[in-house]
């Protein structure tokens, strides 16, 4: 797990789950999972944006780039490397 | 799924007297055993779906104990309250009018909205109209994100997504409008020791198009069950007027002429009931698309939209959590 993970990780389990992270892998569908619908993916998106300093297109707001915790992570990184 | 050789769009057809006289029976009785209330507050907005639920309270228990309660509001499209007469007078019941307008602005609605849209369309100001809108359906839906549409007074329209900030705000802002009218529909039921008559379709029951505690609440909900194109067909069938059925749906909500197409559903209602009855009878996508207009790819991306609703919707229909049982309290 890459430290962007693990942050995001710590973010879900937080503000999703209330601390609660048992079912929490980094390969699951956070979607599929029901841990986040359509308006967690936009405080995913501000939290992002805020943490990290980087803007997330329009066209970025896909399943690829933040459906998953690991892909989350990729995604931060590509942004801001 | 399995495809279904004798699907049509006929499956939809509905015995409209045998159902009506179901409906105003189950009215009735509900009223008299259940509920114990002595008639029926109906809010009506000249549309659809409240004009045949006043109809079916009125043909049911009578057109003098029917109460039809009219809120418009600064939004309102400009046929509403013509609309809302209409089918009050039509239907002889009573109409109560309660413009809404004094108390969103009492509580701060139109100040809130504004500041909303302003805060991603810097340009909105005095005279600009709005609304929010989905992508349309053959753009990627993984997720439902809504977009402000605002038009200038001269007609210049702006299209912009809206951040978690800023659709948050904008929500629980509009839904002041739904919840201020259901609380005054409650007001004139409890004065009058009547039932409130909720008025949403099945479309909008079963994906969660409503407001919690707004016009999500209500003592009873008489067309829940029907699909849109059976509430035109019980419309036809008890005769009510021509300029109430021809009126294009719409969620009367913002200053902005809005479809419920763009709001909520991703296709016309004609479609999305033919989707959402083929999503509860297993009807295969392929057959499906071939009576919709649509491709499979989009029928299966509204059925997994269907899924995906009830999901998150399914919230607003929980009643309290009890956090223990209260086994002398059940229903």
Redesign the interface.
């Known amino acids: 797990m890459t430290n962007f993970e693990a942050e995001i990780h710590r973010f879900i389990a937080d503000k999703f789950l209330f601390g609660d992270d048992k079912k929490l892998a980094d390969n699951d569908s956070l979607l599929e999972a029901g841990i986040v619908d359509s308006t967690g993916i936009l405080e995913i998106v501000a939290h992002l944006e805020e943490r990290y300093g980087m803007k997330v297109d329009n066209d970025e707001m896909v399943p690829e780039n933040l459906d998953t915790i690991a892909n989350i992570g990729a995604f931060v990184k590509r942004k801001i490397s | 799924m399995n495809a279904k050789a004798d699907f049509s769009p006929d499956v939809l057809l509905l015995d409209c007297p045998r159902e009506a006289e179901s409906i105003k029976r189950s009215i009735r009785e509900s009223l008299a055993s259940k509920l114990h209330r002595r008639g029926l507050v109906v809010g009506i907005s000249g549309g659809i779906d409240s004009s045949v639920t006043a109809a079916l309270c009125a043909e049911a228990i009578g057109p003098d104990r029917v109460i039809g309660l009219q809120m418009p509001e600064r939004h309102s499209a400009d046929d509403t309250m013509a609309l809302s007469s209409l089918i009050a007078d039509h239907l002889r019941i009573q109409k109560v009018l309660c413009d809404i307008t004094p108390t969103l602005e009492a509580v701060g609605y139109y100040a809130k909205y504004d500041e909303a849209v302003r805060s991603i369309i810097p340009e909105y100001g005095p005279g600009w109209k709005s609304k929010i809108v989905l992508p349309g359906i053959d753009e ?1 839906r ?4 809504y977009s402000i549409v605002a038009g200038s007074p001269q007609g210049v329209l702006i299209k912009k ?5 800023s ?2 705000a904008i929500v629980a802002a509009t839904n002041f409008k739904q919840r201020i009218r259901k609380m005054l529909e409650y007001y004139h039921a409890d004065k009058n020791n009547y039932a409130v008559a909720g008025t949403p379709n099945r479309l909008e029951y079963d994906q969660g198009f409503f407001v919690k505690l707004g016009d999500g609440a209500a003592d009873i909900k008489p067309i829940a069950h029907l699909y849109k194109t059976q509430v035109y067909q019980l419309a036809r069938h008890l005769g009510l007027p021509e300029a109430i059925i021809s009126r294009p749906p719409t969620t009367d909500t913002y200053s902005l002429p809005q479809g419920q197409d763009e709001f909520y559903f991703s296709v016309p209602y004609e479609a999305m009931d033919l989707c959402l009855y083929g999503k509860n009878h297993g009807i295969d996508v392929e057959t499906l698309s071939r009576h919709v207009g649509l491709t499979p790819k989009q029928v299966l991306g509204i059925y997994k939209d269907i899924d ?1 609703k009830r ?2 919707t399914k919230y607003l229909h929980m009643p309290p959590i009890l956090v223990k049982a209260i086994p002398e309290i059940s229903y």
């Open positions: 990627d993984a997720y439902t994100l997504r809206l951040d978690l900030r659709y948050l995906k999901s998150t």
